[in-house]
């Protein structure tokens, strides 16, 4: 049965131990924090040796004849192991996944197998899952949804015995839009900072910081991830904050000059991933260019690059012969719009 990982959490605090464990999502935070638990949980059944095997090369996966190596021989310094193995993507390839199924159908008695995974999705399973979930547990994280932050801040809340009323846990809600590591650190400042009562609203606003940055960094990434909703209320935060729209404009050309030598790298066939290593786009962040990508061709982009060629003459002042002069802000806004969401490219020609 798949499980959420505060499920597993909780399971294991009382629990034993099983063979093998998978956790995986794309919510980062929750993936560590459920691996944690696991080591916890180990430690606590006097396992006390840990092996970790990271992905690398090309595909990224770890070295499966090293930890076929590790899982026949025995132990040097202790009775029981704990073997980590993380897959960035997902996939564990075909011989990863021959190794985990071969393990599950008769797990050793010194070893507990953990498996972290970065991406997810329902096609990402197979065998190799299900043989982990027959002897162990899976636990998925999946992203948080809107609706579902105020709970989760909530019981995060309550974990580190704070209380906490409805308006105070919707307006923390509000401030690290969707950033779980912020809501996160602000609950651990809170910890330290309350004086045990109920926390309303007028509390949460002198205690927590705006933990929900609109910085430029996040703008893009709202745009490539085709958040529109997102884009146009950072900017706005931004704008009130007294920021400048030249100041914003060196990473927006930056990566929209990024995407378009990622266009054109993937119209011609050619090979994508190596392009991503030049150009030192994480893992974790490949899946947001690759959507953006799939919204946008080689022209588009391109005529990115050059609207926001004119945004910066916009916010200079320099605009060209016969231009209209426009709001630099609403420029920025309509281009940024436009990248996010393909029917609002037509607010760039709007805009000349």
Known sequence: ?????????????????????????????????????????????????????????????????AITATMRAPSLFASRRLIEVRLPTGKPGKDG???????????????????????????????????????????????????????WIERRLRAHGLKADRGAVQQLADRVEGNLLAAAQEVDKLALLSDGSTLDAQRMESLVADAARFDVFRVVDAALNGQGAQVSRMLAGLRAEGEAVPALLGMVIMELQRGAALARISERGGN??????????????????????KRHGVARWEAFVAQAGRVDRIAKGRGQPGEDPGDAWLALERLLLAVAEPRAARLLSASR
């Open 97 to 151: 996944a021959a190794l985990i199924a071969e393990f599950c159908a008769d797990p050793p008695a010194d070893i507990t197998l953990l498996v972290t995974a970065g991406e997810w999705s329902r096609q990402h399973g197979g065998k190799w899952s299900e043989a982990i979930g027959r002897i162990g547990q899976v636990a998925i994280a999946w992203a948080i949804k809107p609706h579902e932050l105020p709970e």
């Open 1 to 65: 049965m798949e499980l959420k990982p505060e499920q597993l959490a909780t399971q294991l605090e009382s629990g034993p131990l099983r063979p093998a464990y998978l956790i995986a999502g794309p919510e980062t935070l929750r993936v560590l924090e459920a691996a944690d638990a696991v080591r916890a949980a180990a430690r606590r059944h006097g396992v006390a040796e840990r092996e970790v095997f990271e992905a690398e090369g090309n595909p990224r996966e770890p070295d499966w004849d």
């Open 272 to 293: 994508l991933a190596a392009e991503f290593k030049a150009q030192r786009i994480w893992d974790a962040k490949q899946p947001m260019y690759q959507r953006a990508l």
